[in-house]
């Protein structure tokens, strides 16, 4: 009986760490994507003007890997999708902008006050961007990316 409730418990909390990745949105939504591309950090450099690359560069030092979805057919069901992915998740909104009908929205997922996952969501009424970014920041160097781009 211990090794059933065990195996159940671990089964569940594999499930649940599971959903709040956006690493899982990505896996499930890849084939219905017009475009979707993967790539490790380390390689981001290799596809960036140099200019640009500096700007990002502290933020890539901490990065894993980088995910990104574009949906141009049916976006609206994708971002309703998108949405109740974030919502069941424990990703926080970090803030919203919204412009006619453009909207921007940057998430973050924490542990143990380290930022795991940054996900940016772009929507324009018929095309929906998601870029998600496994990472290994703390607030501070957050912040410290964001002072310098200023």
Known sequence: MKKIIL????????SCATNT?????YKN???DSDFSFGLSSSLIANFLPEEDFEDIKPI?????HIRILIFSENA????QKFNKFINRSKFEKVVKVKSDNDNI?????EKKD?????????STGDELVL??????????DLNNIIESNN
């Open 21 to 25: 990745s956006f690493n899982t949105f």
């Open 7 to 14: 195996l159940f418990t671990l089964v569940f909390a594999t």
């Open 60 to 64: 890539l030092k901490k990065a894993k």
């Open 29 to 31: 939504h890849q084939e």
């Open 105 to 109: 929205a940057f998430f973050t997922l």
């Open 76 to 79: 609206e069901d994708k971002t």
């Open 131 to 140: 870029l998600g970014l496994k990472t290994n920041l703390t607030q501070e």
């Open 114 to 122: 380290k930022i795991k996952e940054i996900v940016l969501e772009i």
